[in-house]
């Protein structure tokens, strides 16, 4: 299976294997937020029910519907200009809508079918402070792959939707600061993301704490992961990470640099 050609490169972004569909999972909704300082513990972490249901579904298939247009290699190349920035520790970045300058995003417009998506989550989640998203990074990940705790900035408004396609992962949360001043090694929450979850993350946990994925080839499921009983899993189990789990992390960059001549 292919990804979109990339601007100019004429690179092909090769993924081993198969992109699995899922045409009958469930499709599950977690939102983590902690306004008001509330403490983690109190995120807010439900299935997705009703027309949130079927918009999550919808975006799954629609997008299963792109990877599998682009699979043949024909649709992409006219109409998705991505740009492959990074090769970290194996894990393939791809990024679309543009390139983030330090004066703002010089903006490239979305792919057809991926601005629909965020139109989609836009409408059917308050992440993004009222005006959609511009800016939608694709991650993949093999198996042992991970991404290294990390904040996602000031850059962008602080609200993420990600889209979970292929394998499960879980991602870690790690307040800032723990309480007594240092960081603690051990995850604050931990969130299971089964193929077609849609995770929110909103302001405390954005602002507040780090997120990252731990390097390995199976997640052992302890008691900090919030929503092991909505995926039907219990503390102790073992899941492995079968097979390429790819993400789309869909955001608002703030800053939008519209005279791009201003640059020169
Ligand atoms: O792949 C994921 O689920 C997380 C990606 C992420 O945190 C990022 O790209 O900033
Ligand atoms: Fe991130």
């Known amino acids: 299976m292919r990804f979109p050609n990339t601007a100019g490169t004429g690179t092909l972004w090769t993924v081993r294997g198969t992109m699995p569909l899922y045409p009958t999972m469930f499709c599950q909704f977690v939102?983590?937020?902690c306004d008001n300082g509330d403490p983690l513990a109190n995120e807010l972490v439900c299935n997705c029910l009703g027309s949130?249901?079927?918009?999550?579904?919808?975006?799954?298939q629609l997008l299963e519907a792109s990877f599998c247009l682009l699979c043949d290699g024909t649709a992409c190349a006219a109409e998705s200009v991505a740009l492959v920035?990074?090769?970290?520790?194996?894990?393939?970045?791809?990024?679309?809508?543009?390139?983030?300058h330090r004066n703002g995003l010089l903006q490239v417009p979305l792919p057809n079918w991926l601005s629909v998506l965020a139109m989609r989550m836009h409408r059917e989640t308050s992440a993004f402070g009222g005006t959609p998203p511009n800016h939608v990074l694709v991650n993949a990940y093999m198996p042992g792959q991970g991404i290294l705790a990390h904040e996602d900035g000031p850059v962008y408004h602080p609200g993420v939707c990600i889209l979970s396609l292929g394998a499960s992962t879980v991602l870690n949360f790690w307040r800032k600061e723990a309480p007594g001043g240092s960081r603690s090694l051990d995850p604050e929450m931990s969130v299971l993301l089964m193929p077609r979850s849609l995770l929110v993350f909103?302001?405390?946990?954005?602002?507040?704490c780090l997120h990252g994925i731990d390097e390995v080839v199976e997640d052992r499921l302890d008691p900090s992961i919030c929503n092991l009983a909505v995926c039907g899993m219990e503390t102790g189990m073992r899941l492995p990470r079968v097979g390429e789990r790819v993400s789309l992390t869909v955001r608002r960059v703030k800053r939008v640099q519209r005279n791009l001549i201003k640059l020169a």
Do not use: M, P
Request: glycine share 8%; proline share 0%; aromatic share 8%.
């Open 31 to 33: 939102v983590i937020c």
């Open 52 to 60: 949130l249901r079927s918009a999550c579904t919808y975006a799954c």
């Open 85 to 100: 920035l990074c090769q970290l520790n194996g894990r393939r970045s791809q990024y679309h809508g543009g390139v983030i």
């Open 202 to 208: 909103l302001d405390d946990a954005y602002a507040d």
